[in-house]
């Protein structure tokens, strides 16, 4: 039995790379499923099936620092926390500190304000992000995390809405 068959028959995830994977039946062919979305893969279409193992304590929960960006810009490329492994459509969710939120308030205002107009309400712990042509308005509330045993405020600046990535 090889590690796909076991996953699919013990329902245990694969990991490979930091990215974890479903193993599940589609139209009578076993195939990954990258939690949180992106390309489903057939198994026996995999070019490359060394470097996945057996997932045996599950996603991780807790907090990891990185640098995150928004299409690969330099000047939107921020340092905030995420979970590996916890994606949504395959993108990071990453959370930021509140200083570096205004940053990222900042930089949307500057490099994207023909789209967005962000602003700080620091009366209500939070940050609102207007859509300009949809006339939309997205609220960011504050929230507390722990990363090592540190009680952090953060936001989670359009989390599962923009495409982050790790860098």
């Given at each position: 039995m090889d590690?796909?068959?076991k996953?699919?028959?013990?329902?245990?995830l694969?990991?490979?790379?930091?990215?974890y994977?479903e193993v599940?039946?589609?139209?009578?062919h076993a195939?990954?499923?990258?939690?949180?979305g992106?390309i489903?893969?057939?198994?026996?279409?995999?070019?490359?099936?060394?470097?996945?193992q057996i997932a045996?304590s599950?996603i991780?929960?807790?907090?990891k620092?990185?640098f995150?960006?928004?299409?690969?810009?330099?000047?939107?490329?921020f340092?905030?926390?995420?979970i590996?492994?916890d994606l949504?459509?395959?993108?990071?969710?990453?959370?930021?500190?509140v200083q570096v939120?205004?940053?990222?308030?900042?930089?949307?205002?500057?490099e994207?304000?023909?789209y967005y107009?962000?602003?700080?309400?620091?009366?209500?712990?939070?940050?609102t992000?207007?859509?300009?042509?949809g006339d939309?308005?997205?609220?960011?509330?504050d929230f507390?995390?722990?990363v090592?045993?540190k009680?952090?405020?953060?936001v989670?600046?359009?989390?599962?809405?923009w495409?982050?990535?790790?860098?």
């Amino acid at each position: 039995m090889d590690i796909f068959d076991k996953a699919l028959t013990e329902s245990k995830l694969l990991v490979k790379d930091g990215v974890y994977y479903e193993v599940r039946l589609q139209d009578g062919h076993a195939c990954i499923f990258p939690v949180g979305g992106g390309i489903v893969t057939r198994v026996c279409n995999l070019k490359v099936r060394e470097g996945f193992q057996i997932a045996d304590s599950g996603i991780p929960k807790t907090y990891k620092k990185g640098f995150f960006t928004i299409d690969n810009d330099p000047n939107l490329t921020f340092e905030g926390y995420a979970i590996p492994g916890d994606l949504w459509n395959g993108f990071d969710k990453p959370v930021f500190e509140v200083q570096v939120a205004s940053s990222i308030a900042e930089a949307v205002n500057e490099e994207l304000g023909d789209y967005y107009h962000c602003e700080r309400d620091n009366e209500n712990n939070r940050f609102t992000l207007k859509e300009l042509e949809g006339d939309y308005t997205h609220e960011m509330n504050d929230f507390e995390i722990e990363v090592d045993g540190k009680k952090l405020v953060v936001v989670s600046f359009m989390t599962s809405n923009w495409c982050w990535e790790e860098v």
